[in-house]
């Protein structure tokens, strides 16, 4: 597996990956994936199996507050999960945001994503007190908008 970031040439095939993701993960624009291989490339790695992309996290460092890095999109091929690549691609965005100064990791996830649950967990991410609890997971109402409740998990660096 190779870890590097975004480039432009990855544009499509991350669309393609991203549409694996439902019901939690759907593609974006391409042209807010333009803006992630120019912009905030060394944030957001793809890995890359026998020339296929098989994983993506695209992530930001926050211009609001820059201790902190989100991560936007998280997303392993169907036919590769549980097989380390979110793992070795997380700890690309670790090192990267350790290198520029941040100090700490978060994202959320919707309350039923068990397997996003269980992946932030097993890495050591704490799942932030929230105002009501799904299956064991404590979720924040209405963190993202009306109706869009969301659990929260960071790591600190
Ligand atoms: C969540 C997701 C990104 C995990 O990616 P992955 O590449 O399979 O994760 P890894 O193989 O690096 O696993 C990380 C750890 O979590 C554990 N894990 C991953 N999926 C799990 C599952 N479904 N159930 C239990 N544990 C799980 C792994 O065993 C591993 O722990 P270990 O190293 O102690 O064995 C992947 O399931 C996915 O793409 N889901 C669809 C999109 C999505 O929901 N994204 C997250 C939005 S927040």
């Known amino acids: 597996m190779k870890i590097r970031p975004l480039a432009q040439q990855d544009i499509d095939d991350v669309m393609e990956l991203m549409a ?53 999109d998280v997303i392993t091929h169907p036919d590769h999960r549980r097989a380390g690549v979110i793992t070795a691609l997380l700890t690309a965005v670790r090192e990267r945001s350790q290198l520029v100064g941040a100090r700490r ?25 929230g105002d009501q609890t799904t299956n064991g997971v404590a979720v924040t109402s209405h963190y993202k908008g009306p109706g869009k409740h969301r659990a929260i998990y960071q790591l600190h660096l």
């Not at 593609?27 to 060394?42: G, H, I, Q, V």
């Not at 020339?51 to 996290?57: D, E, R």
């Not at 994503?113 to 007190?129: D, K, V």
């Open 20 to 72: 694996h993701g439902a019901p939690y993960v759907r593609p974006r624009t391409a042209s807010d994936y333009w803006l992630c291989a120019n912009l905030f490339s060394t944030t957001c790695p793809v890995a890359h199996h026998d020339g296929q992309l098989i994983g993506a996290i695209i992530a930001f460092r926050s211009q609001d507050n820059p201790d902190d890095v989100y991560l936007q």
């Open 105 to 129: 990791l978060y994202l959320t996830s919707e309350p039923d994503n068990a397997a996003a649950h269980a992946t932030w967990a097993r890495r050591g991410f704490t799942n932030l007190p």
